[in-house]
């Protein structure tokens, strides 16, 4: 907007001098006129090429799913806690998208911009909730609303209003985080197969430890890891929010869990009955890309 207002002001000081000039010489009217119309043709393309850019989403990131942090101004409006303060980053054919799951279902509509504008706005122009299941880390699980948000703009806040049950549209600031592509997982560069990778385990009392390297599994372009544990005493693991449980019934724990990144440390939980109670102890998991190897079929 700053740059706009610059702009029709050097438009309005042009007309100014060139008008002040032309009345001093009489024949040097058509041609101030002609300097005028070039120099506001010039500011109205500019405004307009700077209207088109803002429009367009900023990304350049390749097709695929991110877990991303997705923060808010508001302690009443936020992600839930078992999603760790994040969403699904969805990005398709350059356009952006984020899933978050919310707290309750007492957030009955949002609307991309300010609550103003969302109290005259067409049904088609609001976000409608789907209804997630979230589970927490107790293992209790949940109904909540969840939205698709659409993003035009990375690590930048932007206008996002809410409707409560009473009625009542209200402002909120929200920001979507840029994915660290460096330790992202671009599925689409993995064919479907079995791969094997090291992984690493860090957390809890250390002296657990997981089989590395373990095999990986992609499927329509979803990862999975098979992690082994050095236990038979975990019943089931978190992983964003989701609970899976153990795919044997002998021998040491083993999961089939979702895999989201490579190269960076990965936020699980394991419970663990080894103890006179059950207890869900926090550890990262991290997955070396460099190890990666397709094992073949034959």
Same mark, same amino acid.
């Given at each position: 907007?700053? @740059? ?45 090429? #700077? ?11 390749? #097709? ?6 997705? #923060? ?13 303060? @994040? ?27 300010? /609550? /103003?504008?969302?109290?005259?706005? $067409? ?35 932007? #206008? ?30 993995? $064919?479907?197969?079995?791969? $094997? ?9 250390? @002296? ?13 372009? @979803? ?50 009955? /080894? ?24």
């Amino acid at each position: 907007m700053k @740059k706009i207002f610059v702009l029709l002001c050097m438009a309005a000081f042009s007309i100014f001098m060139v008008t002040g000039c032309g009345g001093n010489t009489g024949d040097t009217g058509n041609s101030g006129n002609t300097e005028v119309s070039s120099e506001l043709a010039d500011a109205e393309t500019t405004i307009a090429e #700077d209207t088109e850019v803002d429009a367009e989403p900023d990304t350049s990131m390749a #097709d695929g799913e991110y877990q991303v942090a997705f #923060d808010t101004d508001s302690s009443m409006f936020h992600v839930n806690e078992a999603c760790n303060g @994040k969403g699904t980053l969805t990005v398709e054919n350059g356009k952006m998208t984020i899933h978050i799951s919310l707290v309750s279902q007492n957030i009955v509509n949002l609307y991309c911009g300010l /609550a /103003a504008d969302a109290e005259a706005a $067409s049904k088609e122009e609001l976000l409608w909730p789907s209804v997630d299941t979230v589970t927490y880390s107790d293992g209790t699980t949940e109904e909540v609303y969840g939205y698709d948000v659409p993003v035009n703009v990375l690590d930048q806040e932007f #206008d996002l209003a809410i409707l409560g049950k009473k009625g009542t549209w209200y402002d909120h600031k929200v920001s979507v985080a840029s994915p660290e592509l460096s330790g992202e997982v671009n599925s689409m560069e993995l $064919s479907d197969g079995t791969y $094997s990778i090291e992984v690493s385990l860090e957390g809890g009392s250390g @002296k657990a430890t997981v089989t590395s390297p373990c095999m990986l599994q992609v499927e329509e372009g @979803k990862i999975y890891a098979e992690i082994e544990w050095s236990s038979s005493h975990y019943d089931y693991m978190l992983v964003d929010g989701e609970k899976y449980l153990p795919v044997n019934a002998e021998g040491n724990s083993v999961f089939r869990i979702p895999v989201s990144a490579f190269d960076t440390p990965l936020d699980v939980v394991g419970d663990t009955t /080894a103890m006179s109670t059950p207890h869900e102890v926090e550890y990262t998991l991290n997955f070396d890309s460099a190890t990666l190897t397709e094992v073949s079929n034959e």
